[in-house]
């Protein structure tokens, strides 16, 4: 199985994109790392936000790794990216699995997978979902049985289930820092803080607050 993970760009990579500061996507390369370590070695990350890689460029990706997975962030900001990454991953090959992951389809899995054309959306934390598929489809089991997705079967939306949170996060493997590109080129482009060079630690999930603008499903309380 190969498998490509990608960070798109925000809203459609105009200017807007700079606005939005350049993050390592640690979801992606926690993701990565459990792929790894489960055996799928051919497992590549593609961060186009921060390497600059427009849209259009999409095709180049699919024809340089001929994936059969193509796993996507998906943030609120990325959807209309996502669209069209997808319209033109399908145009390559109909066959690849576009899996959509992040707190836009995790808010709106239904909504996502008609509005994108995905075949797939995980709902919230995706490292052992997207395991557990990953397997599903290389041993060509069903996927009815993974907890945490929605996918389309026969014009019908299925939804497995709520998988439960992750209890031990030291379960996990250290992100796989290896796959991302320079860290030299992750700075915070914030407008109250000056530009730096950054990384992140994720040590605790979720929040015990309410605030009504977050989204807590991804991680819950």
């Known amino acids: 199985m190969k498998i490509l993970l990608i960070n798109p760009p925000w809203f459609e990579g105009s200017i807007l994109d700079n606005l939005v500061s350049n993050n390592p996507p640690m979801g992606l390369a926690y993701i990565a790392a459990v792929l790894e370590k489960g055996g799928y070695k051919d497992t590549i990350v593609r961060d186009m936000k921060v390497s600059k890689i427009p849209i259009d460029k999409t095709g180049k990706l699919i024809d340089e790794f001929k994936p059969d997975i193509v796993g996507i962030r998906s943030a609120t900001g990325q959807i209309t990216s996502v669209i069209k990454m997808i319209r033109i991953i399908k145009s ?30 995980v709902l919230g934390e995706g490292e052992i979902t997207m395991l557990e598929l990953v397997k599903a489809i290389d041993e060509k089991k069903p996927i009815d049985k993974v907890a945490g997705l929605y996918y389309k079967k026969n014009d019908k939306i299925i939804f497995t289930g709520r998988r439960p949170y992750i209890k031990n996060l030291d379960s996990l493997p250290m992100p796989a820092w290896h796959l991302l590109p320079d860290l030299s080129l992750y700075s915070d482009t914030s407008s109250i803080h000056e530009t730096k060079r950054h990384a992140q630690i994720i040590n605790s999930r979720g929040c015990p607050f309410s605030c009504l603008f977050c989204d807590k499903s991804v991680y819950g309380g």
Do not use: F, Q, R, Y
């Open 92 to 121: 390559i090959n109909p066959n690849i699995l576009c899996v959509l992951g992040g707190s836009h389809p995790s808010v709106l899995p239904e909504e996502t997978l008609k509005e994108t054309n995905a075949d797939i959306v």
